[in-house]
């Protein structure tokens, strides 16, 4: 393997290893949870508890760099057998009928029943895709348990511990030569404080939007520990998820349909939407005029919200400017 393909593979793998253990990493996080998120880990990707273990040893000693595999070629796949659908299809049917099956008694009556030769069907294999179909033992054990589990109103306690980030449709703007442009309002926003760290509006909704909004947040406010994002395209891009691990910011994504997590942006979003009504009756006619006057909007609308407000409750800009200390001595 050429040295560029190497390094490129080397890179690729310790990022797969970094979306393994990335939410192991959360230091407020019990040791309970820790090991059930760990085991469930280690079954959804075919490995062992004691591998992780060693990702994360690794990465906390030497950060992302410690995730890189050794210079050696690479490991061909596992070749599957041509029938390979069928098999899941069987196993499928094998672990629905009697839940508590075990991979190898899976394998072992599918070995049996001729669907496939002694020793071609590797447990790690069959346990990943078992996981990837729904059926893994921890999310059969979950389907058990999880009908009436309430949500929970959730705040991060210290300030830039969690940023929570979204892409928003802005208003359409015509150019003084009559070309329609769309725009797009990339935020991040502090968790704890709800201080509006960067939020700008572009115009396009390509990845390069959202890595200048988080290097923006990075110089105004310093490196935060994690980001909470949905599943869009922008915010699962490689480069991405690569750049915030060398940097040591976890990137965690919320679950699709778990709407009350993302509670903070969307009040903010009500806001853009007061914006976005004022502008429509506005001659705006470039993107650059447009940012101004949201900055104008958004700071006249943090102080109003100062002034209004009881002198004894901080406002979001005065509880992100605490002093370093406090960021994790629970005054917030």
């Known amino acids: 393997m050429e040295k560029k393909e190497v390094k490129k593979w080397q890179d690729e793998e310790a990022l797969r290893r970094y979306r393994m253990i990335a939410p192991l990493l959360d230091p407020d996080m019990d040791e309970g949870k820790r090991r059930q998120l760990r085991e469930e880990a280690a079954e959804k990707n075919g490995i062992s ?20 595999p050794a210079s050696r070629t690479k490991k061909r796949r596992q070749r599957l057998p041509e029938n390979f659908e ?3 299809e069987q196993a499928v049917q094998l672990k629905r009928e ?20 002694p020793g071609v069907l590797k447990p790690s294999t069959m346990r990943r895709h078992l996981y990837d179909a729904g059926f893994g033992r ?12 309430s949500s929970r109103r959730f705040c991060r306690p210290h300030r830039m511990e969690l940023l929570q980030g979204d892409i928003k449709h802005g208003p359409e703007l015509r150019t003084t030569d009559g070309e329609l442009v769309k725009t ?12 509006v760290v960067q939020s700008e509006f572009y115009d396009s909704q390509r990845q390069e939007i959202v890595e200048d909004t988080f290097h923006k947040a990075v110089l105004k406010a310093g490196k935060f520990d994690c980001a909470y994002l949905d599943n869009g395209v922008q915010y699962t891009a490689g480069h991405l998820g690569r750049a915030c691990a060398k940097l040591g910011i976890r990137i965690v994504h919320a679950k699709p349909g778990a709407c009350q997590s993302k509670g903070k942006i969307e009040k903010f979003h009500q806001k853009v939407d007061q914006f976005t009504a004022e502008i429509r009756v506005a001659h705006v006619h470039s993107v650059e005029e447009l940012n101004r006057r949201w900055r104008f909007f958004w700071s006249r609308n943090a102080r109003r919200r100062h002034m209004q407000g009881s002198r004894s409750i901080m406002n979001p800009m005065a509880r992100l400017c605490l002093p370093a200390g406090s960021r994790r001595s629970g005054n917030g």
């Open 49 to 68: 508890k004691r591998t992780l273990y060693r990702y994360e040893k690794s990465y906390r000693e030497e950060g992302f760099g410690g995730l890189r």
């Open 86 to 88: 069928g098999i899941m």
């Open 98 to 117: 009697v839940p508590k099956r075990s991979v190898r008694q899976i394998i072992k009556a599918l070995e049996l029943e001729g669907f496939a030769e």
């Open 138 to 149: 921890k999310q059969m054990k979950r389907y058990a348990e999880k009908r009436t589990v």
């Open 184 to 195: 797009y309002l990339s935020s991040l926003i502090d968790d704890h404080s709800r201080y």
